[in-house]
């Protein structure tokens, strides 16, 4: 898979950490925009999956990987699940650890494990070592800053933990909701 490729579909990760900024903002512009781009993009798979070109279509394309072209492709409307139900469930604070952990760690834990990661994970071949600890130690910083030292280690272990799971596309939805989960558990 070509670099190129990655952080294009990544960079939707990034879009992700605009959420919490817009959450303070303003809530029910950021749960309507969430709202909006999730059924946006389902009307564009379903449009896909029936063979209905629109001139969408051929953007959103360039980001699937192969497999995808021809398939459901669910994880941006994953990620935008699971993004609302963190910011549903859990305190600001909370939601911002989850959020950026399904954002900022993942792109890393990509882009590290696809340039340097040589050594599989043994029950997921395409997770690497080198990925699921760049997603680790991204996620320290945020952590830390909210939380206890030994909580911070512990979340972000979780995370890496999740993130090397072979959940494919389910990463999305489950990385931020059992981040918040424990994170929330440890603050309150």
């Not at 999730?38 to 953007?59: D, G, M, P, R, T």
């Not at 990620?79 to 399904?102: D, R, T």
Request: aromatic share 16%; proline share 5%; glycine share 6%.
């Amino acid at each position: 898979m070509k670099k190129n490729f990655e952080l294009s579909r990544k960079s939707i990760h990034a879009l992700s950490l605009l959420v919490p900024w817009i959450y303070l903002y303003n809530k029910t512009l950021c749960f309507s925009l969430l709202a909006g781009f999730s059924v946006f993009y389902l009307i564009l798979e379903v449009l896909k999956l029936n063979n209905k070109s629109i001139f969408l279509n051929h953007w959103i394309a360039f980001l699937h990987r192969d497999e995808e072209k021809s398939k459901w492709a669910p994880a941006p409307l994953y990620l935008a699940l699971g993004v609302m139900g963190c910011l549903y469930f859990f305190p600001w604070n909370v939601s911002f650890i989850a959020i950026y952990c399904a954002g900022i760690c993942d792109i890393m834990a990509a882009l590290c494990g696809k340039k340097w990661g040589v050594t599989h994970i043994p029950f997921s071949e395409r997770k690497t070592i080198v990925g699921t600890g760049a997603f680790f130690l991204t996620a320290l910083p945020v952590c830390f800053y909210f939380l206890p030292p030994s909580k911070a280690i512990t979340t972000a272990m979780l995370g890496a933990f999740l993130e090397s799971l072979p959940l494919k596309d389910w990463d999305n939805l489950t990385v931020p909701l059992i981040v918040g989960f424990v994170a929330n558990q440890f603050l309150y």
